[in-house]
């Protein structure tokens, strides 16, 4: 099985209107010349709307990096999926480091907001990844499988295309250190053999695994030429619009030049 590669822009808390405008405009031809790849950028919500707008139509997927589990009602400072939905947002962030650690975000919340995106159709992206404690510590996959497991849980047999994980070593993010291409390798062939056993030979075969943590233009064909990395979720590097298409040219060529998977 063949997995359809994804990069993914996360601007975390950046940009104005303005700059979120001349950025899509920028992006969307890079866009359409990527065959076979995925593109998705999570805005930040003032400019988000108007990201949706204009990748409306495009293949890319405009996203929001957060919102809560019901659909409406007395919970102020929060946005739901119908009203994401309402103005064309395509995928969500779900369980990213900073808000787990920054925003207390429990695995419980985390395994809610995810099945509450797959009933809705909007394709989430769960974030895992443990700190340098942990991995110094030789906990790295007990805190992984864990994050993993509870999500997992709490669906109901989905499809391999219903969501993507993502692997962030939280070490790794927004500090230059990136992961060894095989400590992504290593992380995340782990986890769809977990996958596997969790929800079968299809869904983990079909499901995609990202990896994230200081992925720039110098280091991601080498992180995407690994057997069960499909693809990137980039925080800094993909700010500025060229070095966000150099990402998904990379991911492209891993696309069409890469190796299969052999199953
Ligand atoms: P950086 O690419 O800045 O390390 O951020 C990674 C990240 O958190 C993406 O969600």
């Known amino acids: 099985m063949t997995r359809r590669p994804m990069m993914a822009a996360n601007w975390k808390m950046n940009k104005t209107v303005r700059e979120a405008q001349d950025y899509t405009a920028a992006l969307l031809p890079h ?60 995928t ?3 369980g990213h480091s900073e808000r787990r650690e920054v925003f207390g975000e429990s695995d419980d919340l985390v395994a809610r907001k995810t099945k509450r995106a797959v ?6 992206v769960v974030c895992v990844g443990e700190t340098k404690e942990e991995r110094d510590g030789g906990g790295m996959w007990e805190k992984v499988s864990g994050q993993v497991r509870v999500v997992m849980e709490s669906l109901d047999g989905p499809g391999g295309d219903a969501l993507v ?3 962030e070593p939280i070490w790794a993010i927004g500090t ?8 992504a390798q ?9 996958l596997k056993e969790l929800a079968g030979d299809d869904f983990a075969a079909s499901v995609r695994i990202l990896y994230g943590g200081s992925v720039k233009p110098g280091n991601v064909a080498e992180i995407m030429a690994q057997e069960d ?16 298409v150099a990402l998904i040219e990379a991911a492209g060529e891993a696309a069409s030049g890469g190796e299969e998977s052999g199953d």
Do not use: H, K, W
Request: with cysteine.
């Open 31 to 90: 866009a359409a010349d990527a065959d076979g790849v995925d593109v998705a950028v999570f805005a930040p919500l003032t400019c988000l709307s108007e990201v949706a707008r204009m990748a409306e139509d495009s293949q890319v997927l405009a996203g929001a990096q957060n919102f809560y589990y019901e659909d409406s009602g007395a919970f102020t400072g929060e946005v739901s999926i119908p009203m994401l939905q309402d103005i064309g947002v395509r």
């Open 165 to 167: 994980f993502a692997y």
């Open 119 to 124: 009933e809705a159709g909007l394709l989430p």
């Open 229 to 244: 990395v499909d693809g990137a979720l980039v925080g800094g590097a993909s700010l500025e619009v060229e070095s966000f």
């Open 92 to 94: 969500v962030l779900v």
């Open 186 to 194: 290593d992380a995340i062939g782990q986890m769809r053999g977990l």
């Open 176 to 183: 230059g250190d990136t992961a060894t291409p095989e400590d």
